[in-house]
């Protein structure tokens, strides 16, 4: 016998199988006492296939109870392990951003610290070297007073224009040197004493123009260009 199982939009219809027509002669039913009342007989058939088919259904719903409430469990529980662990993770990239403050200040005051620190480092160090050439310069000219004679030299070397009435103004020190250890070289310029200027400055005036060739200036312009090279500007 076909079953035709019909399902609404809602819940699911039970499937009604119609009970077997009683057979009197199957199974040992036909004894006298189911001959006399056929129609006990075919109400106690009825009767044990309704008991069946309930029994039926309610292990059947029993069942699929149990099962949905496992299956509904383990998606609540997945889906609670995954809304945990996101909830988890804001929460706590909430909780290390607000430790991190102190640490990020921390960090930052102690950059500038080391920034200050590498900046004054590399001051005392470029007024090292401006110290240390003009010892080297105060030195090289104590022996060799003459080098100031070999810069009015190259100075007027490169002048555009032949200069007339040459000057060399001079420290009175460095002056006397000269005229000391080179009078030959000093008799061909007319070298002139000046206590305005300090030992190692010298100055070329002509009726032209007035040139200074002194270390001090050429010492500034070499410490400029270091000071520029290390980023940093001359205390």
């Known amino acids: 016998m076909t079953v035709k199982i019909i399902k609404g939009a809602g819940k699911g219809w039970r499937p009604y199988r119609f009970p077997p027509r009683a057979s009197f002669h199957q199974n040992g039913l036909g004894g006298d006492n189911w001959d006399a009342d056929p129609a006990a007989?075919?109400?106690?058939?009825?009767?044990?296939?309704?008991?069946?088919?309930?029994?039926?259904?309610?292990?059947?719903?029993?069942?699929?109870?149990?099962?949905?409430?496992?299956?509904?469990?383990?998606?609540g529980r997945n889906e609670g392990l995954a809304r945990g662990r996101e909830e988890g993770k804001v929460e706590g990239?909430?909780?290390?951003?607000?430790?991190?403050?102190?640490?990020?200040?921390?960090?930052?005051?102690?950059?500038?610290?080391?920034?200050?620190?590498?900046?004054?480092?590399?001051?005392?160090?470029?007024?090292?070297?401006?110290?240390?050439?003009?010892?080297?310069?105060?030195?090289?000219?104590?022996?060799?007073?003459?080098?100031l004679l070999n810069l009015a030299e190259e100075a007027l070397a490169a002048m555009p224009a032949e200069q007339s009435d040459v000057h060399i103004q001079l420290n009175p020190e460095e002056y006397n040197r000269i005229k000391d250890l080179a009078p030959g070289r000093a008799a061909n310029w007319r070298l002139v004493a000046d206590e305005k200027l300090a030992l190692g400055e010298c100055r070329i005036v002509t009726a032209q123009t007035e040139v200074d060739i002194g270390c001090q200036q050429r010492l500034d312009a070499c410490i400029d260009t270091l000071a520029e090279h290390m980023h940093l500007a001359e205390g």
């Open 41 to 75: 007989l075919q109400r106690a058939i009825a009767d044990g296939f309704q008991e069946g088919s309930d029994k039926g259904y309610q292990q059947g719903l029993t069942q699929g109870q149990e099962e949905g409430r496992r299956e509904g469990y383990a998606v």
């Open 93 to 147: 990239r909430q909780i290390f951003e607000t430790a991190s403050q102190p640490l990020d200040q921390i960090s930052q005051h102690m950059q500038a610290f080391m920034e200050d620190f590498d900046r004054k480092r590399r001051r005392e160090l470029l007024q090292l070297v401006k110290k240390v050439a003009q010892q080297v310069i105060r030195c090289e000219l104590t022996l060799h007073p003459t080098q």
